[in-house]
């Protein structure tokens, strides 16, 4: 018997698109939650850490951005472990993707980030986007200015060359996550984005987001390309190996802003994530 064909879909393991789709289903229970203010209180309680930060606190802030149909509570693993190697100012962004335009997301996106540097005082700020968020954080550095802002761009399965499940949505934003959408042609035609750090993450088992579209290769970026093996479109996001290197990615970074005032520095690596 061909393994390879025991799920519902071609080509896909049965044990792999089950797993999908439990993480699915998981994602669909805790929504209700996690798109209103109390709900996300209250999953912070339930999921959240149960201890202060160890290490010293840095201010620069971390904006999370989750993707098309997602809400904050998809960052409650990213968001303790940030916490606990001192980020004090992680921000998860909160968007209704079937309510608006990408570029009106990206704008409100973009104001988010400004006030969320006034409030830390800080003069720079990182970006992480899953999904569809990681194509929403190219196009606020890309296009609307915020390079000069980002220290590091992180993108967690995103959907770079765009993703044939977008053709199940009608309204613009999955539109815009098409093949060969005009969105995502734009994005590959815009100039470098200065000195931002560019870094995906993807994984061989995500059916949602295939690894040939989640890797960013465009010329005149500078963009680490890190695998995550055998977890899923969402469980990707609470894999303990992404769970460590995020972190230590962005330590190093803001090290590196410490040490080199005024240089460019790009980490050539994160911590690994073995095969």
């Not at 005082?121 to 200015?145: E, F, I, K």
């Not at 992180?154 to 949505?169: D, E, I, K, N, S």
């Not at 890797?215 to 894999?239: S, Y």
Request: glycine share 12%.
């Amino acid at each position: 018997m061909n393994v390879n064909r025991v799920g519902p879909v071609a080509g896909v393991p049965g044990a792999l698109f089950a797993r999908e789709m439990g993480e699915v289903v998981r994602a669909g229970l805790l929504a209700p939650w996690g798109c209103t203010a109390p709900g996300n209180r209250a999953l912070r309680w339930l999921l959240g850490p149960k201890h202060e930060p160890a290490a010293e606190p840095c201010r620069t802030p971390v904006v999370l951005v989750h993707g098309y149909g997602g809400n904050p509570a998809h960052w409650l693993p990213l968001e303790g472990a940030l916490r606990q190697v001192g980020f004090v100012n992680v921000h998860p962004a909160a968007y209704h993707s079937a309510r608006n335009t990408l570029g009106g997301i990206a704008e409100a996106l973009r104001t988010s980030c400004h006030e969320a540097m006034e409030a830390a005082g800080s003069d720079h700020l990182h970006l992480v986007g899953h999904s569809l968020g990681g194509v929403l954080v190219r196009y606020v550095v890309q296009r609307l200015g915020l390079a000069a802002d980002v220290g590091t761009a992180v993108m967690v399965a995103a959907p770079h060359r765009g993703t044939p499940l977008a053709r199940l949505g009608w309204d613009p934003v999955a539109r815009a996550l098409r093949p060969g959408s005009k969105v995502l042609q734009t994005l590959d035609r815009s100039a470098p984005a200065g000195n931002v750090q560019w870094v995906t993450y993807y994984s061989d088992s995500d059916l949602v987001v295939r690894p040939g579209s989640a890797r960013l290769e465009q010329p005149g970026l500078h963009v680490l390309n890190v695998p995550v093996p055998g977890v899923g479109h969402l469980g990707i996001l609470r894999a303990p190996e992404f769970l460590r290197s995020v972190p230590g990615l962005l330590l190093a970074a803001e090290r590196a802003t410490e040490t080199c005032a005024g240089a460019t520095t790009f980490i050539t690596t994160p911590d690994p994530i073995a095969a």
